[in-house]
């Protein structure tokens, strides 16, 4: 079994710097929910690893949260993927928790609940924070220039530590090269 982890704001869906707190402000990019299915169809399994402070701020609800997540797996269902599982931290920068990424507590669990090995495995995100917890990991670190993307394409263009990061436009462009060159 192939595997590949998204972020999800900004990757999967549009971000906003106050926080995607609904159903009604969660809007998928466009291509990225037919890019899930495609990566189904082509024998990934696909887990989402995403930060989710807005909770610990008070900002949304754990089952605002939950429906958010639901509206994704629906959405994905329907275009004919699935979704293996979505990890979240809840946490502020400042907890010190080990799941909030750059750490790799999220990518921990998932690598233990699905008894895989995260070495090689595609991890596509939009910030260096992203990049930082997959290359923390093993994984290969994919950007977009989606969400916060063209910012940290900026960022990690010189920095010799990103050397081997591949940058796509989108989910949708990195899924189809991706297909192509299976």
Same mark, same amino acid.
């Given at each position: 079994?192939?595997?590949?982890?998204?972020?999800?704001?900004?990757?999967?869906?549009?971000?906003?710097d106050?926080?995607?707190?609904?159903?009604?402000e969660?809007?998928?990019?466009?291509?990225?929910?037919?890019?899930?299915?495609?990566?189904?169809? /082509?024998?990934?399994?696909?887990?989402? /690893?995403?930060?989710?402070?807005g909770?610990?701020?008070?900002?949304?609800?754990?089952?605002d949260l939950?429906?958010?997540?639901?509206?994704?797996?629906?959405?994905?269902?329907?275009?004919?993927?699935?979704?293996?599982?979505?990890?979240?931290?809840?946490?502020?920068?400042?907890?010190e928790c080990?799941?909030?990424?750059?750490?790799?507590?999220?990518?921990?669990?998932? /690598?233990?609940?699905?008894?895989?090995?995260?070495?090689?495995?595609?991890?596509?995100?939009?910030?260096?924070?992203?990049?930082? /917890?997959g290359q923390?990991?093993?994984?290969?670190?994919?950007?977009?220039?989606?969400?916060?993307?063209?910012?940290?394409r900026?960022?990690?263009?010189?920095?010799?530590?990103?050397?081997?990061?591949?940058?796509?436009?989108?989910?949708?462009?990195?899924?189809?090269?991706l297909?192509?060159?299976?």
């Amino acid at each position: 079994m192939k595997w590949i982890i998204l972020d999800r704001d900004g990757v999967i869906n549009f971000d906003s710097d106050q926080y995607i707190k609904s159903v009604a402000e969660w809007k998928p990019i466009p291509g990225s929910i037919e890019a899930i299915a495609d990566l189904c169809s /082509a024998g990934y399994s696909v887990a989402i /690893a995403t930060n989710q402070s807005g909770i610990s701020r008070g900002l949304f609800s754990l089952d605002d949260l939950e429906d958010i997540h639901s509206e994704l797996n629906t959405l994905v269902e329907e275009a004919g993927g699935h979704v293996a599982g979505i990890f979240y931290c809840p946490h502020l920068p400042d907890d010190e928790c080990t799941c909030r990424k750059p750490k790799t507590g999220l990518l921990e669990e998932i /690598a233990k609940q699905f008894e895989i090995d995260l070495k090689g495995v595609p991890f596509v995100g939009d910030s260096e924070k992203d990049l930082q /917890a997959g290359q923390n990991k093993g994984c290969l670190p994919i950007l977009v220039c989606t969400g916060k993307g063209e910012k940290t394409r900026q960022i990690i263009n010189n920095n010799a530590a990103y050397r081997d990061v591949s940058v796509y436009d989108d989910l949708s462009a990195y899924v189809k090269s991706l297909i192509e060159n299976i």
